[in-house]
């Protein structure tokens, strides 16, 4: 039975939107009929955030607006757009369509991050920002970022993760030792503080990895954004012993992003 000869295709529309991402994908498989269904501006306009001709258009990247609706939604998912001036990058989730922010180094607040004897700002191609962070000698590190959570998709469990380098053989002050990672979810403190190795040796549990972009990450925690009340997210990456100096941590940014269940 072809449903394409039974339901209008404004009927055909409404179902399909009502799935997902990857359910339209799936339909659009079925035959060629379905397929101009699954693929048109209407369906594929649900499974985009319902802000997000805002977010785009104050973005350095206005003219994806002018894209049909399937093509926007991919390209988000695969190439982030800058947004607040450059210091924060925009991008969705491939299967689900919710959103996923990065802030940049510029949108950190690191001690001493203006004192160019402590950290250097310098611009890297495999970067999707103008400048990261490169530590170049401090005894104090410490590094905090913020982002309002009426921004980030409701209902989702999203995880926070820092993304960076080390600096090879210019590295100092990694090696067996660990930084505090941790998350205030709306002004309440959590009382965990994960402690990690950014610069692990192959006997210790490995926490970071490599990204597809060539960056590594380590997770510095997760929560639940349920309704995106009023509040704010603070994140951040700590380490006071001054009984030893760090060197050779290049940060690119604290990334949120919807953390799959059971992940």
Same mark, same amino acid.
């Given at each position: 039975?072809?449903?394409?000869?039974?339901?209008?295709?404004?009927?055909?529309?409404?179902?399909?939107?009502?799935?997902?991402?990857?359910?339209?994908?799936?339909?659009?498989?079925?035959?060629?009929?379905?397929?101009?269904?699954?693929?048109?501006?209407?369906?594929?306009?649900?499974?985009?955030?319902?802000?997000?001709?805002?977010?785009?258009?104050?973005?350095?990247?206005?003219?994806?607006?002018?894209?049909?609706?399937?093509?926007?939604?991919?390209?988000?998912?695969?190439?982030?757009?800058?947004?607040?001036?450059?210091?924060?990058?925009?991008?969705?989730?491939?299967?689900?369509?919710?959103?996923?922010?990065?802030?940049?180094?510029?949108?950190?607040?690191?001690?001493?991050?203006?004192?160019?004897?402590?950290?250097?700002?310098?611009?890297?191609?495999?970067?999707?920002?103008?400048?990261?962070?490169?530590?170049?000698?401090?005894?104090?590190?410490?590094?905090?970022?913020?982002?309002?959570?009426?921004?980030?998709?409701?209902?989702?469990?999203?995880?926070?993760?820092?993304?960076?380098?080390?600096?090879?053989?210019? +590295?100092?002050?990694? !090696?067996? #030792?660990?930084? @505090?990672?941790?998350?205030?979810?709306? &002004?309440?403190?959590?009382? /965990?503080?994960?402690?990690?190795?950014?610069?692990?040796?192959?006997?210790? +549990?490995?926490?970071? !990895?490599? #990204?597809?972009? @060539?960056?590594?990450?380590?997770?510095? &925690?997760?929560?639940?954004? /349920?309704?995106?009340?009023?509040?704010?997210?603070?994140?951040?990456?700590?380490?006071?012993?001054?009984?030893?100096?760090?060197? @050779?941590?290049?940060?690119?940014?604290?990334?949120?992003?919807?953390?799959?269940?059971?992940?």
């Amino acid at each position: 039975m072809d449903i394409t000869r039974i339901l209008p295709e404004e009927c055909l529309c409404l179902i399909i939107s009502l799935t997902s991402p990857v359910d339209a994908c799936g339909s659009a498989m079925v035959s060629h009929a379905l397929r101009s269904v699954a693929d048109c501006d209407a369906v594929w306009e649900k499974f985009l955030p319902s802000d997000y001709k805002s977010i785009i258009s104050g973005s350095s990247s206005s003219s994806l607006l002018s894209l049909g609706k399937k093509d926007l939604y991919f390209h988000l998912c695969f190439h982030p757009v800058l947004i607040q001036n450059g210091t924060m990058s925009f991008q969705l989730k491939k299967e689900s369509g919710k959103k996923c922010y990065m802030l940049g180094a510029r949108a950190l607040s690191i001690i001493w991050g203006d004192t160019p004897s402590y950290w250097t700002w310098k611009s890297l191609p495999e970067s999707r920002f103008s400048e990261v962070a490169e530590l170049k000698l401090v005894w104090w590190l410490e590094v905090k970022g913020m982002i309002d959570v009426r921004i980030l998709s409701s209902n989702t469990n999203y995880a926070a993760y820092l993304v960076f380098k080390l600096r090879n053989r210019r +590295t100092i002050g990694f !090696r067996h #030792r660990a930084v @505090g990672l941790h998350i205030n979810v709306g &002004g309440i403190t959590s009382r /965990e503080v994960r402690r990690v190795s950014l610069d692990p040796s192959q006997n210790e +549990t490995q926490h970071v !990895r490599e #990204r597809e972009d @060539g960056w590594m990450e380590v997770e510095m &925690g997760e929560f639940f954004n /349920e309704f995106g009340d009023d509040g704010t997210v603070q994140l951040s990456l700590r380490e006071v012993d001054t009984s030893y100096f760090k060197q @050779g941590l290049i940060i690119e940014g604290i990334e949120l992003r919807p953390k799959n269940t059971g992940s």
